[in-house]
């Protein structure tokens, strides 16, 4: 079954860290440019990261440069974003998604993990 | 690249014609236009792009159209698990990649 699988998130702290799994099946996740989207509470879908096929392209947005870190390990079939100095805004459904390239629209999508960020 | 959904919310009944708009603050490169679905618990959907295209499996009721600023998501037909969220998003440039702030299609 073609599909993507989230998990990690987690209730942290201000200036914690987490990390976020995607896991994935039924495709080469070589071909593909994964990213994360967010949706905060009562707003909208917001893209946060994406990464090319070969792991040697990066982009993020700028709510989260520097602070967070999307990686990939395409021979176990799992992708990461690493999140550090954990803001409130950061609150929100973290969902991993596919694209054809890093210039394609999302095809593919998980259900998503929740992230909460509170003292 | 700002894009502006509107409604912000549409109640309309099952059958009935729903028509989305997302207006963007200049010109969307071709032929980065695409509209999702987002039900709560759910994965999210893609349901069409490059302005007009139906990805695979999503039913011919959904329909996208527009150019330039200007673009629409017109679902004819309301069936019950239409009621959802929509999303359109511009693409096919260098990121970042940015989304509408959504219309709520809900049941009048």
């Known amino acids: 079954e073609v599909q993507m699988v989230e998990s990690g998130g987690d209730l942290a702290q201000p200036g914690g860290s987490l990390r976020l799994s995607c896991a994935t099946s039924?495709?080469?996740?070589?071909?593909?440019?994964l990213a994360w989207v967010r949706r905060a509470p009562g707003k909208g879908l917001e893209w946060v990261s994406v990464?090319?096929?070969?792991?040697?392209?990066?982009f993020y947005a700028d709510s989260v440069k520097g602070r967070f870190i999307i990686s990939r390990d395409n021979s176990k079939d799992i992708f990461f974003l690493q999140l550090n100095s954990l803001r409130a805004d950061d609150t929100a459904i973290y969902f991993c998604a596919r694209a054809s390239s890093t210039v394609h629209p999302f095809d593919l999508w998980g259900q998503g993990t929740p992230v909460t960020v509170s003292s | 690249i700002v894009l502006t959904q509107s409604p912000a919310t549409l109640s309309l009944s099952p059958g009935e014609r729903g028509t989305l708009s997302c207006r963007a603050r200049q010109s969307v490169a071709s032929p980065g236009l695409a509209w999702y679905q987002v039900k709560p618990g759910q994965a999210p959907r893609l349901l069409i792009y490059a302005t007009s295209t139906r990805a695979t499996g999503v039913p011919a009721r959904f329909s996208g159209s527009g150019s330039g600023t200007n673009f629409t998501l017109t679902i004819t037909g309301l069936e019950p698990e239409d009621f959802a969220m929509y999303y359109c998003q511009q693409y096919g440039t260098s990121p970042p990649f940015i989304f509408g702030q959504g219309t709520k299609l809900d049941v009048k």
């Open positions: 990464i090319s096929g070969s792991g040697a392209v990066t």
């Open positions: 039924g495709f080469t996740l070589s071909s593909y440019a």
